[in-house]
């Protein structure tokens, strides 16, 4: 049975730099995947290539993307553009840069009913209206007079997801969706997005913050330098990670919840992604780090059913991982 | 002046502070309290940790420790002594002990200065602190006390990554001997690996030197992990306070509460399903407080009394101050 959407093998390059080198993952109807992954690893590249968003300077350099089962990457421009808003839709940290600020929100929710459904103006603003309640905007009939700078940033955010839903796709990509918001209106967002899951959206998120996937995805990939190093069920990564990396991220995110815990940062800094260091890019950064690590490249392999990481050490980690249980609650 | 032990380095008296707006071209000009009343203090060697959301007014108390804004009552006092009342050149011996560590490393630092120029420049300014011959010593050791290279002191901040502009910042400010840094989110726009590195430097130089941090904060993950005390900002007061495990394991104040309910965690793949506190809508402006309790709006507890009295930051048999006329510990299932 193959999946809704599914990635196989993909590499973007950025410039001269191999910024995505061969990442694979696959998502279902109602099930959130999230990709995680510091400043630079090519987690909101992947999703951008899967879109056909890419930036000029960048082009999908080998891998393929299948979508319920054609491929998009063989799709010509305007067809991919049909299935984007249709089908897939995105949203992005910063609303308040994504939206017009000279027009009406309600208009700008309008405008998928007028250009994709041919709508008249008045049913498009009813439906914008509606799907404006819908994503929990209250008060809508009367907010959808208002201008993007009237809307605070949870507001703007959820006019975004609004847009994003209209046309009801399938498959929604959040790159950071709440990275901008405060807490507790990220919560606020995040609970939305679980119940958008729920009624069987299927959805990517990207990022940075292990708290925000723990709270929204089933499933992971952690990216480190343009590569996918795990990735498992949220299940089994979070308490036993089966790469160094997975488990010095967790270990270096500061928790609310545990106060017995301290937090461990990863010596070193990321690798320049023009000059990355032989055999596995972590190794310099690595305290399982050996002989081998700094010649050959690991591959991501499977390590347990359902689990695959990109470290020759894995079963050694896996262990490790198992034994520390950071658990505590 | 006797300085006692006893002082505390920072104590902030009811401040209030704020800005003059004028709504509309024609319109009224008037003054918005960022900052309603807030007391706190910092002890020697101590990190309290200012925690808030957007528009709180944390960072307008920054401002206001670092005199860059004049507060429009209370006192802010450095040692002991009312900084309000100072003439310039007092303000500026004192502002000597107090450094800053700002968010954003790209921006903080001079592009066109070399390390070297960029931590020298306080030295050319107060004299006195390091005698000359004894710059690039100083430089080098403090360039190693916080993990860069001595021999990069002549490159300039573009040849750094953000991890290592922070770390030049850090050295920046040390480079005066402060008494007090001020670290406004200086770890917010970093990766967690390297936020986890720059939190551990900082403990690392509490130890060795002895400074006093006010560390100005949205993450509450942070906070747990750094503050030796908490002060929770809510609209321009201080809604709660105390030992930061305190605070963490017994939060008495409903918008406490509802903060660590709502904060991710790593831990919370375990119930990704559990409902967290919610609240209702956003914080209110600053520009139009709300009456009585200003968390009234959005609080789950709200009675009359709230809409009219404004509670006090005081113990109320929590063990810690709670500015809650119904402050107590958590009781389940007030999600909405």
């Known amino acids: 049975m193959s999946a809704l959407l599914e990635v196989s093998g993909l590499a973007v390059a950025f410039g001269g730099v191999r910024a995505v080198r061969g990442v694979s993952f696959s998502v279902d109807e109602g099930q959130t995947l999230a990709i995680v992954g510091e400043s630079g690893s090519g987690k909101s590249l992947s999703s951008l290539a899967v879109l056909g968003l890419l930036p000029a300077q960048a082009r999908v350099a080998a891998g393929s993307v299948r979508w319920d089962g054609q491929d998009l990457l063989a799709l010509e421009a305007d ?34 009913y007028r250009r994709r459904r041919g709508f008249g103006r008045e049913q498009a603003k009813r439906q914008a209206i509606e799907a404006m309640t819908e994503v929990g905007i209250p008060d809508a009939a009367r907010r959808a007079d208002a201008y993007p700078h009237e809307f605070s940033g949870g507001m703007r955010q959820r006019v975004m997801i609004a847009i994003a839903l209209a046309l ?78 997975t488990l010095g991220l967790m270990a270096a995110s500061p928790s609310a919840r545990d106060g017995g815990r301290q937090v461990r940062p990863i010596d070193g800094y990321p690798p320049d992604l023009s000059s990355l260091p032989g055999g596995c890019t972590f190794h310099p950064r690595c305290p399982f780090a050996r002989e081998r690590c700094r010649t050959e490249e690991p591959t991501l392999r499977q390590v347990a059913p359902g689990r695959a990481s990109a470290c020759h050490y894995a079963e050694e980690v896996l262990a490790r991982g198992a034994a520390v249980d950071h658990a505590g609650a | 002046m ?109 592009p066109r200065m070399t390390v070297r120029e960029l931590i020298t420049e306080a030295w050319r300014i107060h004299p006195g602190i390091v005698e000359r011959e004894r710059w690039d010593a100083e430089v080098a050791g403090l360039l190693e006390r916080v993990g860069l290279n001595p021999g990069h002191a002549s490159r300039y901040p573009h040849q750094f990554s953000g991890g290592q502009r922070q770390r030049i910042c850090i050295a920046r400010a040390l480079s005066v001997r402060p008494r007090l840094i001020v670290c406004d989110e200086a770890v917010s726009a970093l990766d967690v690996s390297i936020q986890a590195q720059i939190l ?11 400074v006093a941090y006010l560390f100005i904060t949205h993450d509450l993950g942070v906070v747990r992990q750094f503050a030796d005390r908490v002060a929770v900002m809510h609209l321009g007061t201080i809604v709660e306070t105390g030992e930061t495990e305190r605070i963490y394991e017994s939060p008495a104040h409903p918008y406490t509460q509802a903060l660590l309910s709502a904060a991710p965690s790593v831990e919370d793949w375990r119930e990704q399903e559990s409902e967290e506190i919610l609240l209702h809508g956003d914080a209110p402006s600053p520009l139009d407080p709300p009456s009585g309790c200003r968390f009234h709006p959005r609080c789950w507890m709200t009675r009359d009394r709230c809409r009219t009295e404004e509670p ?25």
Request: net charge neutral; with cysteine; glycine share 8%.
């Open chain 2, 2 to 110: 006797e300085r006692q032990s006893t002082t505390p380095v920072l104590e902030l008296v009811d401040l209030v502070a704020g800005y003059r707006l004028r709504q509309g071209l024609f319109g009224r000009r008037r003054d918005v309290h960022a900052v309603a009343g807030v007391s706190l203090s910092v002890g020697a060697g101590e990190t309290l940790c200012l925690v808030g959301e957007s528009g709180c007014g944390k960072s307008t108390v920054a401002r206001t420790v670092l005199s860059l804004l004049r507060p429009s009552s209370g006192e802010v006092r450095f040692d002991g002594a009312d900084v309000t009342g100072m003439s310039r050149r007092e303000l500026r011996a004192m502002r000597r002990q107090v450094q800053l560590v700002f968010q954003d490393p790209y921006a903080s630092l001079n």
């Open chain 1, 79 to 112: 067809e991919l553009r049909r299935l984007r808003g249709e089908e897939l839709a995105m949203i992005f940290q910063d609303p308040l840069s994504a939206l017009n600020p000279a027009l009406t929100v309600g208009y700008q929710v309008g405008e998928m």
């Open chain 1, 168 to 245: 009801r796709p399938r498959l929604l990509i959040a790159d950071e969706p709440t990275t901008a918001l405060d807490v507790t209106v990220q919560a606020q967002i995040l609970r939305l997005l679980r119940r958008l899951q729920r009624d069987g959206l299927a959805m990517i998120i990207i990022s940075h913050d292990l708290g925000v996937v723990a709270r929204t995805a089933q499933s992971v990939v952690v990216m480190y330098a343009g590569q996918a190093v795990e990735s498992g069920t949220v299940a089994d990564v979070y308490p036993a990670p089966a790469h160094p990396y």
């Open chain 2, 312 to 336: 006090a930051l005081t113990d109320r048999g929590t063990g810690h101050p709670a500015a809650c006329h119904y402050a107590g510990p958590l009781v389940s299932a007030h999600t909405s």
């Open chain 2, 200 to 210: 551990a430097l900082l403990k690392r130089l509490q130890e060795e030197l002895g």
